[in-house]
């Protein structure tokens, strides 16, 4: 069915970044942060990993149950894990990298929903979002950030408007997971204003990131 077919690529997706996550944010850390030392775990990994497969598997083959939401709660705790692990009170000076650790805690929110989700605590599609919006798209745009400056030669930091365009985009996830719940704003607004935030973020970065883009690295270097 279109739904099978739906939560299979979202779930490919999903293991996509976490396993680009893993390979990338303890070192971008251990680079950033004078003193950091994130911390490596073959055990924590190799349960990542199976947690995640096993949930998916369930989520396909046994949605809405028990083992189901049990699967979700051990993929949330592995990735708690490893935001514990490699965490530091210093990233969340640094935009740049605090954008990939909120995309981190949005993996954990999410699939914490999802198991609220799975036992009807929770609404599932609201869980979805918080996986989609919040997961993929807070750590792909923290990602591409990134990785712009990086290969044009430049110094890799955010300035004041990124920041801003970063918190617009974590604000519109919030808008659009959380506030329908309260009941002050109609579901269509909460869509409505979700799609302002991230619509006005992707501006502020297309206006940061197209001059650079479109133009040859700055240190001479092909690329």
């Not at 999410?110 to 979002?129: R, S, V, W």
């Not at 750590?139 to 591409?144: D, E, N, P, R, S």
């Amino acid at each position: 069915t279109s739904g099978s077919g739906i939560s299979l690529m979202t779930n490919a997706n999903l293991l996509l970044l976490i396993f680009v996550v893993g390979r990338v944010l303890p070192f971008f850390t251990e680079k950033a942060v004078a003193g950091s030392t994130p911390r490596f775990s073959k055990q924590r990994e190799q349960a990542v990993y199976a947690l995640f497969l096993l949930w998916a598997l369930s989520d396909l083959l046994l949605p809405n149950s028990w083992l189901a939401m049990l699967f979700a709660l051990g993929v949330a705790i592995t990735q708690a894990w490893r935001l514990y692990d490699w965490h530091h009170p210093q990233v969340w000076k640094k935009p740049i990298l605090w954008i990939l650790y909120a995309g981190l805690a949005w993996l954990v929110i999410g699939f914490l929903l999802k198991a609220m989700a799975q036992i009807e605590l929770f609404a599932d599609n609201l869980a979805t979002h918080a996986l989609t919006a919040g997961a993929i798209g807070v750590t792909t745009l923290g990602m591409m950030a990134r990785v712009a400056l990086g290969h044009t030669g430049r110094e890799i930091d955010a300035n004041r408007t990124m920041a801003l365009a970063f918190i617009l985009i974590n604000i519109a996830v919030v808008i659009r997971v959380f506030v329908p719940l309260t009941g002050l704003l109609s579901y269509q607004t909460c869509i409505t204003l979700s799609a302002v935030a991230w619509s006005i973020c992707y501006l502020l970065f297309s206006m940061i990131y197209l001059p650079i883009l479109i133009r040859p690295r700055i240190d001479g270097r092909p690329g």
